[in-house]
């Protein structure tokens, strides 16, 4: 499967974004899916993710309350919904594919591209 995320930007404190990750391939369905994120200086961390069905989600405690992970199977596409955010959550933004449980962060394998949020002050 191969995944392009979309949907950073600037954005000020307290505001909201979408991100959007569209997968290709017709087998989108039989994954989990994941958003990692990464800020400069800092590694990758786990942000949420969400069973091949949508049925069972998982957050970092960071984002709990705040971001919303979903996906639409007939449109191949994932989401993460990101209101009241703060500048800690600046970073690359990636969303990433599992053939195993959505629950095993360490074994998204697959992934696309970053795309960039800032959060100002």
């Known amino acids: 499967v191969q995944l392009q995320a979309s949907g950073g930007g600037l954005v000020q404190a307290g505001g909201s974004l979408r991100l959007s990750c569209a997968a290709s391939?017709?087998?989108?369905?039989?994954?989990?899916m994941g958003w990692f994120r990464q800020a400069a200086g800092k590694e990758r961390e786990f942000v949420a993710t969400?069973?091949?069905?949508?049925?069972?989600?998982h957050y970092a405690d960071s984002v709990k309350g705040r971001f919303t992970i979903s996906r639409d199977n007939a449109k191949n596409t994932a989401y993460l919904q990101m209101n009241s955010l703060k500048p800690e959550d600046t970073a690359v933004y990636y969303c990433?594919?599992?053939?195993?449980?959505?629950?095993?962060?360490?074994?998204?394998?697959?992934w696309g591209q970053g795309t960039l949020v800032t959060v100002s002050s």
């Open positions: 990433a594919a599992s053939s195993g449980s959505y629950i095993y962060i360490h074994e998204y394998d697959h």
């Open positions: 391939g017709r087998t989108f369905r039989s994954y989990a």
């Open positions: 969400i069973s091949w069905g949508g049925g069972h989600t």
